[in-house]
């Protein structure tokens, strides 16, 4: 995953023409790698987040002069490579890199000018503000609510309300893999698969009231679309360790 940082005045640019440019050749990307395009800060107006578009990046190589004229006019002594992009989309809930929780330094992202290499312990927190959850199952976080900073949270849910942030936090913790069978569907299908799993409430939402105090790390934990159908299989909610002895029992007798 890559940062392209833009100024105001050619973020519209940026986006129209799927292209950003560089005074120097970036280093460590690949063809098909997701770009974050974030507007500068001091370029953004009153509640206006910096991230809003991503983009898939095609290739990055020497400009020509036309190119320089034709998309950057005016800056033909500056820019000396150009970043080919495809498949532009807007981010469903465009945010800050500072509003992400346990990022490993806002700083570094802070003081980069142009183009930066996201760190790969950030893009498992990253990913899940890219992709809005499509699951129905009970207990998959699908809806956001009101969540505050600490260890604990205080949040009002009710069978219809999920929260995204605790989504996040669960994420951050117990990894992107399912809790029982390992199943990690970026390992399996690759980019397409990258920041998708269910969240399961270990104690059903259904069995507390309207407002409870959760723990992102005690009470959420990763589970395979598969694993978390098996949960709540036979009507009543099974715990996760139900769940893993009996697929362990299974594979013993293979």
Known sequence: MLLFKTSGQTFESVIRNEKHAFPNCPKNWFRGETVLVSKNKADCIHSEKQISYTMKLLEIRPTT????RKYWP?????WKYIAICTETSHVPNPFNLDDVH?????QHYKDVQIFAKIKSEDEALILPLLTPSSSNTPDEIIS???YYEGAYQKISVNSYERNLKAR???IAHHGLSCAICRFNFGNRYGELGEGYIHVHHVVPLSKIGKEYTVDPVKDLIPLCANCHAMVHRTG????????RKSLKTRLRKK
Do not use: F, H
């Not at 002069?65 to 320089?68: G, K, R, S, V, Y």
């Not at 005016?74 to 500056?78: E, I, K, P, V």
């Open 168 to 170: 996040r936090e669960c």
């Open 74 to 78: 005016g800056n033909d002594s500056r």
């Open 65 to 68: 002069d036309n190119e320089i």
């Open 144 to 146: 956001p609510q009101q």
């Open 236 to 243: 009543t909610t099974l715990t996760v360790d139900q769940v």
């Open 102 to 106: 346990n990022l490993s330094s806002t």
